[in-house]
DNA sequence: TGTCCATCTCTTGTATACAGAGATGGGGGC
DNA sequence: GCCCCCATCTCTGTATACAAGAGATGGACA
């Protein structure tokens, strides 16, 4: 594999190997590379790196306090599966967390973020008619983290930035669902109207409906797929 | 030293040498006995709990996970200090999801669990009357985890859970605010009425409510302490 | 006397070695 | 033929040894 750390492209100044290998294995879990519920072995890990167990452990340590690995003593590491019900649960704080955002988001955001708020959206706008996806997709993320750092709460973006990261693996699926791009795109829409306005309850409002969504999404998208556990 | 690791009585089935330093160090945390701005030396914890310092360093990692210690490669782990606007961030989120937690409360809640809470409650009420500030405390800490459990969503809790720590150590002072354990008392009980009577948005307004004048109390005590560090 | 640089020490980061808990597979008993 | 038990083996948890960076300290020079 030879997947050599370097390749890395984070300002790794003063970072250690155990930064580096969860950086690279966090976007292996994000990508897809790594399925919910593939095993970390230690030392095939420490093997594919070139480095001893140590840092991989403490990378594993670290994914395991963000939620995207689960690991039992002595029994190894793998990349968490997610139970249907949490994952609804998980939307559901989600929903309320992201409203949150978009509340403070209307109060606080300066003339400036408002602006490049709408020039993200814009340009999602375009990506949509081009039918664009992946493109949309990563726009999407742009959007949602915009309206997170226009809270101006640093707990509260961390706390979204946890629970994106925990549901992205799921979130893309949706994006297969008929019409899905343009719905979203204007359920966004709404959300940019109020925060522009300056309207908190209708941001709150606007983007707890456009989340909420997602959750009926996919429940269906579960429905369909059966099972309780998604791999 | 000597703090034998035994002294854990948490069922450790299972649990690794780390698990229980960490608990340990927690416990210090939460209770004061290692104040915030406090070095964490991995030798001298290794040697006051007789083992080695690996055990000790994925401790560490996961208290940094937590919030609750700060670090920096190669420059050590302190125990996280706060800063004023970041504590008063997190008060806010915790407000916010302190009531997310009433309000789903109030919907799910079985009815044995209103039932503990009125009696937790109850239990608050004598100590309050006793001026027994150190269970009062206790209680209360109970009282909210209860409502926390009440919102039968684990994610939700998670995170509940995470601030509550991350706040703790400051949390005890407002104690000593004049008629503080009574109002805290009045509020808790606005809180108990809303969540037995059903009511969503009642627990939801009457729990935020509670959080919010911590608030004002925190920003009160830091502004006759003066720093807008808090060690 | 103050400042700057080199060295030294102390602490953290990493590697490796060892020990013990679970998993696994084969053999024996029913 | 099937199931249970035990030996073995693999992988995790812990200990220890080594490397390397950051800060401290002391001396030399301005």
Redesign the pocket.
Known sequence: MSDRIAASKTADK?A???DEVRLAIEEDIFLGRLRPGT?????SLAQRFS?????I??AILQLVHAGLVE?Q?????VVAPLKLHRMVQMFEVMSEIEGLCARFAARRMSEEEKQALKRLHDTSKAHMEARELDAYYAVNRSFHEAVQAGSHNEPLQEIARGLFARLAPYRRYQLNHPNRVHDSFTEHDDVVEAILAGDPEAAYAAMRRHVTIQIDIFTEFVSIMGGSEIQ
Chains 1, 2 share one sequence.
Do not use: M
């Open positions: 003063g250690t190997r155990a095993r970390l072995d230690e030392e480095i001893s167990r140590t840092p452990r403490e690991k003593p002595r029994q190894g590491a």
